[in-house]
């Protein structure tokens, strides 16, 4: 793949999604599709939420350019197939959403939809790398609820983390450069050029974005980009820990607002309260523009390492992550127990 080829497919995304955007505003506006300010949100004001229809169309279409520039295997024809029929679902699921709020139970069964028919279509984590060398191959029965729980974790993250201007765009374009590094490295440029394109699609809508935002995403984008995500870092060899290291911050943030909602006896899907790290900085009297770049860096310097570290120094990263994470759940257990 020559690197033109490359910046004309990113191009192609970037220039879509910051055209589509603006018209996506004003039909969000005109339909109603508006968010409107909630107790214990950083929102202050109505902002439509159609965003993620633009980041969508954008993804698509330089995609399919990409179809017109590069050679694909039968293989890779066939994963994106499941790929693009995920994507297809996501688009009534996210509609009905953006129109009557979902439950975080009908959403569930949505995400359970997409994921159960990717696997369906054969897109499987079916192999993961050893940290001291080579593969570890999974049996199917556990590399189907693998693969559904990587897929529906990794849309809760997105959905969740998208809670500030300008934050899960910024962090999954952040995601979708590192899964483009490996993939470039790795020779597979016909898969590199789609976490490219998505890399385009959120550049293009962050200027909107970024706060103070005169758009946000919605169910349409976060799930887009949870689910792309997801899938991108499983096609073509599974990257799994790349991803996990660049979201490393979010999962963390999210595992630990899910811990907080549930000993409060919430559900932890609904919002409405202070428990994100980002809500934290707010109150501690930091800019969103500041918490924003700030989580840019953090995802930012991870995926550097994602990309640089060999496989044994990846797994001590993990368990330093997985330690902070025990250490977030047992203060927070302790907070729990002391205010009762």
């Not at 295997?73 to 009557?100: C, H, M, N």
Request: with cysteine; proline share 4%; net charge positive.
């Amino acid at each position: 793949m020559e690197l033109s080829q490359a910046a004309v497919i990113f191009l192609v995304a970037l220039l879509a999604s910051a055209g589509l955007t603006p018209l996506a505003r004003r039909l969000g506006i005109l339909a109603g599709l508006v968010d409107q300010p909630r107790a214990g949100e950083l929102q202050r004001q109505p902002v439509p939420r159609t965003g993620g229809y633009a980041i969508i169309i954008a993804f698509a279409l330089a995609v399919g350019v990409s179809f017109l520039v590069l050679p694909r295997t039968a293989d890779e024809y066939q994963r994106l197939l499941a790929f693009a029929l995920g994507v297809i679902v996501i688009l009534p699921i996210a509609l009905f959403d953006d129109l009557k709020r979902l439950g975080a139970g009908l959403q569930l069964i949505g995400q359970s939809v997409i994921a159960g028919l990717t696997i369906l279509l054969g897109v499987l984590i079916d192999n993961v790398a050893n940290p001291f060398g080579g593969l570890v191959y999974l049996p199917l029965l556990v590399a189907i609820p693998f693969t559904y729980l990587w897929i529906v974790g990794m849309v809760n993250t997105m959905n969740l983390i998208d809670t500030m201007d300008g934050l899960a765009a910024g962090v999954a374009a952040i995601a979708a450069v590192a899964l483009f590094v490996r993939s470039y490295e790795q020779g597979q440029f016909s898969i590199a050029v789609l976490p490219l394109a998505l890399v385009g699609a959120c550049a293009g809508f962050l200027p909107f974005n970024f706060y103070p935002a005169r758009i946000f995403m919605g169910t349409s984008g976060s799930m887009l980009l949870g689910y792309s995500l997801a899938v991108l870092a499983i096609i073509g060899g599974a990257k799994i820990a790349t991803a996990l290291m660049v979201l490393g911050l979010p999962i963390v943030d999210v595992a630990a607002v899910v811990v907080q909602r549930s000993l409060a006896g919430r559900s932890p899907f609904k919002g409405g309260d202070d428990a994100h790290l980002a809500h934290h900085l707010v109150n501690a009297g930091w800019s969103q523009r500041r918490i924003a770049f700030a989580i840019y860096a953090v995802c930012g310097l991870f995926g550097w390492l994602a990309l640089s570290l060999s496989g044994a120094q990846k797994l001590l990263l993990f368990a330093a992550i997985g330690v902070v994470m025990l250490l977030l759940i047992v203060a927070l257990l302790l907070r729990r127990r002391l205010s009762l």
